[in-house]
Structure formats: structure tokens, C-alpha cells
């Protein structure tokens, strides 16, 4: 088990070169093993495993913002940032940052006790932060809890993205223990801020359909009705496992799964796509984020309704960009079975949807790296080649950088918490199934999965 605390990028560079060796002592220059001590190969993957989610998880630790404890929207190691974004913080991202927090104690990173005073001071955060109808702005100023827009009309309620970070906050409640007087405080508050989040005010007046946003200063304006395959099944599981302010089954099959055509599924790769991902345009899938942040909590594995096999849908999902990768249409410098994986990130020309049918070149490493649950092979071969000694100007103090290209020669030491957060907790997911257990383990979600005829 790694130490409970490094406290500065010395102790880190030791651990990081400890890491190493263990691992490359297994294998060759170019990462491919060459050891018959299949015992030795493995005791070196777990080491890799174990780095990497010690990295990503110190996104959520000492690189979280330290007024508010809550996940900054992005962290730039070149210290240049746009207007005044450094002290910006996420609640979709701080979401994904509760559980990686719970992966950190578990695996001995930081103490119970420090986790717990951490959950404390976000939770404190929640309560006294800008809030619209118990629903949560996509960013705050942390240090002031105010909301700032996402754009001009996006400065109130983001749905989607407050169900990420409500469930991060489920996860933390079933991992605590309500015969700890500090710790069951703890719970109930968490339960408050869960059971004021209006999910049936998003229906825009009872409308079958759940709404992305909501302004106090232009309404439904935004006008963005969620349906169709995408990230957001999560916002519908937890609509309608609210205890408070709970949807109608209607609004999931009507809205989400549009009157059942969310089924027209098509064949990519000799896959298929088990639903149709929909507005993908020349694509018959979307960015691999889509396999993530749902199911961070949302266990795929046994999942089923009427639309789809929630394990078929991921594990193809994440294949299909996987064998994209190594057929290369587009002759990519660098793609193949050693590097791939498309989703949402930075790029040569800003915040990217990365997919197929819009491929610039750029690798996000969250986009194997998160998918190890669905593609373990593919998505280790992927990680043992970022962690390649001749590849380290890839990985910084909080894991691998967001983006890159070889094919651009493109470089930034940047990182953003929507893709740092799914690697520590879709990892451990891999590994033990824990965020997928203690997430499951809610009532609430049991009763919620019930209601819209899921099997799990």
C-alpha cells in the first residue's frame, strides 16, 4: 500500500521512479514483457495501478481549491489560464473528485479522518454556495461560492452536471458509518442537499422530457430538453430515485429513451452499438466519456432495461474506438493498439468533442485509461505505454496530461477534472468494484432503478 501522505513534488518524483522500476524491471524498452514470471508481471501491473490512481486522485487533494476543498474546473502546470478561471470550481467534476476521495482512503493515500474533514468542508460548501431550486450551477467561485456562468444564459441550474456531484454525494454517505457521532452528522447533511434537488422542476411544467438548465435571469431559455444516448442517464436513474421531488417513469421513456427509438442501434466494427447514440452526426458513436461518467457510480455490469445491455453497450462502445485506433482511416501518427481512445478534451484548437467522424489527432488518455472495467487488456497496454520511461513528458504530478498529439506535435501541461476524475474511480471500479457497490448499496437508487424497469 502506498504511504498515507507525500507532501512535496520530491517525495513524489521518489515514489514515481520507485513505481517504475518495479514495473519496466518486467519488461523491455519499448514496454513489452519479457519475463516468464507471469507472478512478477502482475505484482508490476498492480504497482502501475496503483500510480496512476495515487496521481489522479492528488488532482482532487492538493490540487483541489483550498477555500472551498471542491475540484478545480482545471489545473494548468504553466500557470496560464483564460481571464480568471484559476480559482473556478466544478460541481460535475467535484462529483467524480467525492469518489476518487473514497478510492484515496481506501487505498491508503490519506487517513479516514482526513478524507472526512475534507467531506465536511465540500459538504459545508454545498450548503452555502449558490443553488437554484436545489440544483447546482455547472462552475462557482470557490472561494466566494457564487455562481459564474458557463456561457451567457448558463448562470443557474445545471441538471446534468449536479447529478454527477449528487452522485458523488450518495457514494460518500453509504461509505460512511452512522454509528460515528462526527460522521452521521455528516450524513444527514448530505441527505439534505440530496433531497433538495428539484428533478421535477426540470420537467419545464410537467413536460415528459427532463430540461439541461434552468436561469433565474432567462428561465429556459437554454431550452436544451435531455434525450437520446448520451452521458446523462445518470440524471434520469436519479430523477427518479429522488425521495423528495421525484419524476414519472413517462419522462424516462419518453424523453431519454424518445418513445423507444433510443433502441435503433447499428453495427460499427463488427460491434454493435446496443443503442442509437444519438446527434453523432457521420458517427456511430459517441466520445468515450459517455461509457464514464454515468457508470462511475451506475454499475453497468448486470445493468439491463428494455433498451439495452448496459455492459453490451459500454464494452462495445469503448472496442469500437479501440479497433478505430488501430485500423487508423485517417493515418494518425502514433494510433493503434498501444494508443487510442477519443473523448471530449483539449486540443490544438480548444475544448474538443473527440470521436470518429470528429478526429483531430488527439489522444485523452481518460478515454482508455477510464474504460479499463470494459476493455482491461487494451486500456493496460495503453497505460503501460504512457508510463514508458521515454514517454514521461506525458505525465505530470496529477497522472497523465489531458490531451496530446503526435500527430500535431502538440504538448500542454494541463489537466482537467471532468477527465482526471472518471481514471481513479473507473479503475478502482476495475480492480474491486468499490464506488459500484457502495453506489448501488442506496436505497433511493434501488427503488429509482426499479421504478423505470431496470434489471441490475
Known amino acids: 500500500m502506498i504511504k498515507n501522505s507525500f507532501n512535496n513534488n520530491k517525495q513524489l518524483g521518489q515514489l514515481l521512479s520507485l513505481m ?31 500510480l496512476v490512481q495515487y496521481q489522479t486522485f492528488q488532482y482532487f487533494w492538493d490540487g483541489a481549491e483550498p477555500v472551498s476543498g471542491m475540484a478545480c474546473e482545471r489545473v494548468h502546470m504553466d500557470g496560464i489560464y483564460p481571464s480568471d478561471d484559476k480559482n473556478v470550481v466544478t460541481s460535475g467534476g467535484s462529483g467524480f473528485g467525492l469518489m476518487a476521495l473514497v478510492v484515496g482512503i481506501e487505498r491508503g493515500f490519506i487517513t479516514r479522518e482526513e478524507g472526512v474533514a475534507r467531506f465536511d468542508k465540500m459538504v459545508t460548501f454545498l450548503e452555502t454556495s449558490d443553488r437554484f431550486h436545489g440544483v447546482w450551477p455547472h462552475w462557482w467561485y470557490g472561494d466566494t461560492g457564487k455562481v459564474k456562468p458557463f456561457s451567457k444564459k448558463d448562470d443557474g441550474g445545471d441538471l446534468v452536471e449536479s447529478s454527477f456531484l449528487a452522485a458523488g454525494l450518495i457514494t460518500v454517505r453509504q461509505y460512511l458509518s452512522a454509528n460515528d457521532p462526527k ?15 428539484e428533478f421535477n422542476w426540470h420537467t419545464k411544467g410537467g413536460e415528459n422530457v427532463l430540461y439541461w438548465h434552468w436561469s433565474p435571469n432567462y428561465g429556459w431559455d437554454m431550452n436544451f430538453p435531455v434525450g437520446g444516448y448520451n452521458e446523462c442517464l445518470i440524471m434520469y436513474v436519479l430523477a427518479a430515485s429522488s425521495p423528495t421531488h421525484a419524476i414519472d417513469p413517462e419522462v424516462y421513456h419518453q424523453g431519454w429513451a424518445r418513445n423507444g427509438d433510443i433502441g435503433n442501434d447499428t453495427t460499427f466494427y463488427g460491434l454493435e452499438t446496443e443503442l442509437d447514440h444519438y446527434e453523432t452526426n457521420n458517427s456511430p458513436v459517441g466520445p468515450l466519456f459517455w461509457a464514464h461518467y454515468s457508470h462511475t457510480g451506475l454499475n453497468p455490469s448486470s445493468l439491463k432495461d428494455k433498451y439495452a445491455d448496459y455492459w453490451k453497450l459500454n464494452q462495445n462502445h469503448a472496442m469500437i474506438h479501440y479497433k478505430y485506433a488501430v485500423d487508423n482511416p485517417k493515418d494518425f501518427e502514433g494510433y493503434g493498439e498501444n494508443l487510442w481512445g477519443l473523448t471530449s478534451s483539449y486540443s490544438m484548437k480548444g475544448y474538443a468533442g473527440h470521436r470518429p467522424d470528429e478526429d483531430l489527432g488527439v489522444i485523452s488518455p481518460t478515454a482508455a485509461l477510464s474504460s479499463f472495467p470494459y476493455t482491461p487488456k487494451e486500456s493496460m497496454q495503453m497505460l503501460k ?9 506525458l ?3 496529477f497522472g497523465p496530461y489531458d490531451a496530446f498529439s503526435f500527430e500535431n506535435n502538440w504538448y500542454l501541461p494541463r489537466y482537467l477534472a471532468i477527465d482526471q476524475g472518471p481514471i481513479p474511480v473507473m479503475i478502482e471500479n476495475y480492480r474491486s468494484g468499490l464506488i459500484w457497490k457502495l453506489f448501488m448499496s442506496a436505497p433511493e437508487v434501488q427503488k429509482g432503478l426499479d421504478k423505470l424497469g431496470f434489471t441490475y
Request: with cysteine.
Open 20 to 50: 517504475a522500476l518495479v514495473f519496466f524491471s518486467a519488461c523491455g524498452p519499448k514496454g513489452e514483457n519479457v519475463s516468464e514470471n507471469t507472478d512478477k508481471e502482475t505484482i508490476s501491473e498492480d504497482s502501475l495501478l496503483n
Open 183 to 197: 460522521e452521521k452528522t455528516l450524513i444527514d447533511r448530505i441527505n439534505a442537499l440530496w433531497e433538495g434537488i
Open 385 to 393: 505505454f504512457l508510463y514508458a520511461p521515454e514517454r514521461d513528458s
Open 395 to 397: 505525465i505530470g504530478e
